[in-house]
């Protein structure tokens, strides 16, 4: 399969070996999930009022689409947690779109500190790291891509 050039660096690091450890160096983990990224947020919970008390609840679709993320983060699940600060770096590839280019940056919904949320929390479900407040350091990048998905990288700083 032809991959985008954008994509090259990305798609190499998925070997199926994710963690990259050693006692000089710090842990780094890196791959890239394929699939089309939820464009459904953390932003998007809904309340009602219960006996005079709001209830925030997660509608089906949010539901949906953290169940998807976290099948597919559930695959390169570190052994241990972390417990050190690290820096994040997300790159979400949409599905391109009209007249969008493979490469191009996306500048639509959904915001990237929406989706960063959900990825987070969902980082933090399937036991990366012990709180997502390790997290010092994001870089998060939208594109549109033939190849969609979404490439993460969390090195320890």
Same mark, same amino acid.
């Given at each position: 399969?032809?991959?985008? #050039? ?54 089906? #679709? ?75 350091? #994001?870089?998060? #990048? ?16």
């Amino acid at each position: 399969m032809s991959y985008p #050039e954008h994509l090259h660096e990305i798609i190499a690091v998925d070997t199926g070996e994710d963690i990259y450890e050693d006692y000089n160096n710090p842990v780094t983990i890196e791959f890239f999930m394929p699939m089309k990224p939820p464009t459904v947020t953390h932003q998007q919970k809904k309340v009602h009022i219960t006996t005079g008390k709001p209830v925030f609840y997660e509608p089906t #679709e949010l539901k949906v689409a953290r169940a998807k993320l976290v099948g597919h983060l559930a695959q390169h699940v570190p052994e241990k947690k972390i417990t050190k600060t690290v820096r994040l770096i997300t790159k979400w590839c949409f599905p391109i779109t009209g007249k969008h280019e493979d490469g191009e940056y996306k500048y639509t919904k959904p915001d990237t500190d929406n989706l960063q949320k959900m990825l987070k929390d969902c980082l933090t479900d399937c036991g990366y790291w012990k709180d997502d407040a390790l997290v010092a350091s #994001e870089i998060i #990048e939208k594109f549109w891509a033939q190849v969609p998905g979404i490439y993460i990288r969390i090195e320890e700083i």
